[in-house]
């Protein structure tokens, strides 16, 4: 098991920008795949992106390609979600989430295919 904490949450106006991060910790073996999920009001939760921790290579839905990007920052055990040109469908809880061989395109948006979650971090664009 992964223990994940997401933060950096907040409301902001459209056309703003929002750092979400996500620290793992309490793990035996590091995770090699990592990736943000959201689910808006009514909604399932839908994959934003996920990167591979140890080839950085990262991949996103095509609804927040371009103005998405994850990166890491090993030191710290962190991955980022930097979410810039924010618009009203992009409110949502965000939730990282962690796992083993799921870094597939075929695989990584399936929720079910990752085993270890964070609590979440609203995210809130008004228009």
């Known amino acids: 098991q992964v223990q994940l904490v997401e933060s950096g949450g907040g409301s902001v106006q459209a056309g703003g920008s929002l750092k979400l991060s996500c620290v793992a910790s309490?793990?035996?073996?590091?995770?090699?795949?990592m990736a943000w999920f959201r689910q808006g009001p009514g909604n399932v939760r839908e994959g934003v992106g996920y990167?591979?921790?140890?080839?950085?290579?990262?991949y996103y839905a095509d609804s927040v390609k371009g103005r998405f990007t994850i990166s890491q920052e090993d030191a710290k055990n962190t991955v980022y979600l930097h979410m810039t040109s924010l618009k009203p469908e992009d409110t949502g809880m965000y939730y990282c989430?962690?796992?083993?061989?799921?870094?597939?395109?075929?695989?990584?948006?399936?929720?079910?295919?990752?085993?270890?979650w964070g609590q979440g971090t609203q995210v809130t664009v008004s228009s």
């Open positions: 989430a962690a796992g083993v061989r799921v870094c597939s395109i075929t695989l990584w948006s399936k929720a079910g295919e990752w085993n270890n």
């Open positions: 990167i591979g921790r140890n080839s950085g290579n990262t």
């Open positions: 309490t793990y035996t073996k590091r995770p090699s795949c």
